[in-house]
T-cell receptor, first 113, second 114 residues
Framework: AQSVTQPDIHITVSEGASLELRCNYS??????LFWYVQSPGQGLQLLLK??????LVQGIKGFEAEFKRSQSSFNLRKPSVHWSDAAEYFC???????????FGSGTRLQVQP | EAQVTQNPRYLITVTGKKLTVTCSQN?????MSWYRQDPGLGLRQIYY???????DKGDVPEGYKVSRKEKRNFPLILESPSPNQTSLYFC?????????????FGDGTRLSIL
């Protein structure tokens, strides 16, 4: 069965610092990978996705993620965090056979002034 | 504006009183899905629908029902709610298969079952 692990439940960074959120997945074939962001009281918004091709993908709000097959990872990065990035971030993996997304448990990001 | 609309946004009710959470999308999407979000567990799929009159169970379907009589609507029904169904619920839709296409999410419905 496919699974997604986000090892960091909560991360605090200073505004302007770089950010990396970790995501590891377990899936037999090449997965479809997503990062979503959830601001308080809101639904999930897609940040970026990876289906195939270039393993470094760019998303909205200055985020990027790198797919590393050898490490089964899809980590999310941002070079300089803004206070408005404080939110909860979810990594998700999709598989055509299962017709569903499997989500990680989320990482809550806090940004210090 | 393209959106997924859920109602109500908040509901407090009692055990055993049937309730329905509505979900509507205006993007002509074929695929729709319901998730519940619980602390530390992320989002877990309850039911999904590939198209009108086609629904199937997700990971946690027990205690829930759905229907898809029209393409735009996908209501979630709790026939006899229990306290363990207290959660934050999200409806989502995508153009076709929900696994290789971005899903659009509603703003969520917070249910409290007393």
């Amino acid at each position: 069965a496919q699974s997604v692990t986000q090892p960091d439940i909560h991360i605090t960074v200073s505004e302007g610092a770089s950010l990396e959120l970790r995501c590891n997945y377990s899936y037999g074939a090449t997965p479809y990978l997503f990062w979503y962001v959830q601001s308080p009281g809101q639904g999930l918004q897609l940040l970026l996705k990876y289906f195939s091709g270039d393993t470094l993908v760019q998303g909205i709000k200055g985020f990027e993620a790198e797919f590393k097959r050898s490490q089964s990872s899809f980590n999310l990065r941002k070079p300089s965090v803004h206070w408005s990035d404080a939110a909860e971030y979810f990594c998700a993996v999709g598989s055509t056979g299962r017709r569903a997304l499997t989500f990680g448990s989320g990482t809550r990001l806090q940004v210090q002034p | 504006e393209a959106q997924v609309t859920q109602n109500p946004r908040y509901l407090i009710t009692v055990t055993g009183k049937k309730l329905t959470v509505t979900c509507s999308q205006n993007m002509n999407h074929e695929y729709m899905s319901w998730y519940r979000q619980d602390p530390g567990l992320g989002l877990r799929q309850i039911y999904y629908s590939m198209n009108v009159e086609v629904t199937d169970k997700g990971d946690v379907p027990e205690g829930y029902k759905v229907s898809r009589k029209e393409k735009r609507n996908f209501p979630l029904i709790l026939e006899s709610p229990s306290p363990n169904q207290t959660s934050l619920y999200f409806c989502a839709s995508s153009l076709r298969d929900g696994t290789n296409q971005p899903q659009h999410f509603g703003d969520g419905t917070r249910l409290s079952i007393l």
